[in-house]
Each structure stands twice: as C-alpha cells, then as structure tokens.
C-alpha cells in the first residue's frame, strides 16, 4: 500500500467502534505505526481488551448519548469515525425510533466528534479523519433505508470536513468497504446457511456477493491498512474522497 512503513509516533487516534471488526483492525494498525489510540466502543469490557493490547485508553460510550460524546477527549489527531449498526425492513415497517438511533450514532455522533477534534487539529496544523462508510454511502440496497441514508450523509459529512480542513493541513476522506469479514457478518453467513440450506462458501458468492464481481470478502486488516495509509505524508493531497474496497461493486 506504501513505498514504505507509515510512522505516525507522537499522534493520538480516537477510533470508535474499537472493540472488534474493523475498528479493532484499526487500532491496531494505528498503534503497530506508533499512534497512541483511545479505544471507544459500547462493549466497555471490548474496549478494555483492546486497549490493553496496545497500551491505549478505553472509553465505554454509547454513541447514541451525546453528553457522553461530549466527554470523549479531544486532543486527538488522528479521528476514526467506524461505528456502526444494522436493522432490515421495508420501507413501511421501518420503525421511526431505530431509523433515528442509526443517525444518531452513525451521522450525529461523527458530527460532533470532529466538531470538538477540530480545533486541536487546527491548532497542530494536521490532521486525519478517517470515515468508515460503506458501498451503501455511494449505492443503495432495498430494506436498509436507516444503513443507506447514514452513511450517504457521512459521505457528505466527510467532504465539507475536507473543504474547511484544507487550509489547516487536515485531510478528511471515506473509505467504503464491500462485506467485511468480521464478526456481523460471519453471523449472518451462517445464518443465511441455515435459512437457505446452502453451505457458508455459497452464501457468500450466491448471496452477500450477488452484485460483486470479486466474490471474496474483505479483511479487515486491509481496510485497516488503507487507514493507516491515508495518514502517512504521501497521502497529504489526498481529501474529500471515497475510497471504495468493495471487489468492483460499483463498477457494476
């Protein structure tokens, strides 16, 4: 991904969402290229595992709480936007209070973390901010109305981050991944086994990857690497973008 190892020494990362998934990758590749990370996950006792793996803080925080945002440090230069949640139903049976909790905590909540990382960011003159989207920020799938419409408005989150950051040498970009192997979604590969009673191998390819033409799922250590990526010098130029890993799906 680089010429050379990214080394982030004597920055500070926030990554929510750090418990497991994506988020643990995160932490992970942010302290191995020597980042201090505070840990913020709902899964408090997650959180405290993976921080003491790697020396950092953990902060047990539900998202959706704004006042306990609002205690999360802000000396921070380094912001992982990764949390997230999942429900499935139409349209007409969506329940209004879990299409709001989803904005809360996958729109609000990025809001008003770089809202209070910024200033320490400007101060510093850099800064990395780093949203977790998804496919769905730039395609649209039936039945995940509260998913799509979140991340569509992280996207646009991202880029006015980019526009006001630019001149304080703050970068803010997306990074939109297909179906991930993580832990959500082994669970529902098996359950989808169980429903369709096909093998987990066929699930993969025949269901979650239907409109994928590279029918793998994605580590998440490779989102994680392109994370580390986007915080090394060479990627300085790089803001306001979506950077899709998702196995040419929107290709199609």
């Keep these: 991904m680089t010429s050379g190892p990214v080394h982030i020494h004597e920055r500070t990362a926030l990554v929510t969402g750090g418990a497991s998934g994506i988020g643990r990758a995160c932490v992970l590749a942010l302290a191995a290229a020597g980042a201090k990370v505070h840990v913020v996950d709902r899964d408090g006792a997650g959180a405290r595992r993976v921080a003491g793996e790697v020396g950092g803080w953990a902060h047990a925080v539900d998202l959706a709480d704004a006042e306990a945002v609002a205690a999360l440090p802000t000396e921070v230069d380094i912001l992982v936007n990764n949390a997230g949640l999942q429900h499935v139903a139409a349209l007409h049976e969506f329940p209004p209070e879990r299409f709001e909790l989803i904005q809360r905590v996958m729109v609000t909540a990025p809001f008003l973390l770089i809202r ?5 960011m400007y101060a510093r003159g850099w800064g990395r901010i780093v949203n977790i989207s998804s496919v769905h920020g730039l395609r ?3 039945f995940k109305s509260a ?3 979140a991340k569509h408005g992280l996207e646009g989150l991202s880029k006015v981050a980019a526009i006001e950051g630019a001149p304080h040498g703050v ?3 997306c990074v939109s991944p297909g179906y991930v192997r993580t832990p959500l979604v082994e669970n529902q590969i098996e359950a989808q086994a169980r429903e369709h009673g096909i093998d987990a191998d ?3 390819e025949r269901v979650l990857l239907d409109r994928v033409p590279l029918k793998r799922l994605i580590e998440a250590e490779h989102i994680a690497d392109l994370v580390l990526w986007l915080c090394g010098p060479h990627a300085g130029h790089l803001t ?3 950077l899709p890993v998702d196995g040419g799906w929107t290709a199609t």
């Design 202 to 204: 066929q699930v993969v």
């Design 147 to 149: 998913y799509v419409a």
């Design 116 to 120: 209070r990382c910024l200033p320490h």
């Design 140 to 142: 649209a799938s039936a």
């Design 240 to 242: 306001g973008a979506s």
């Design 171 to 173: 970068t803010s970009n």
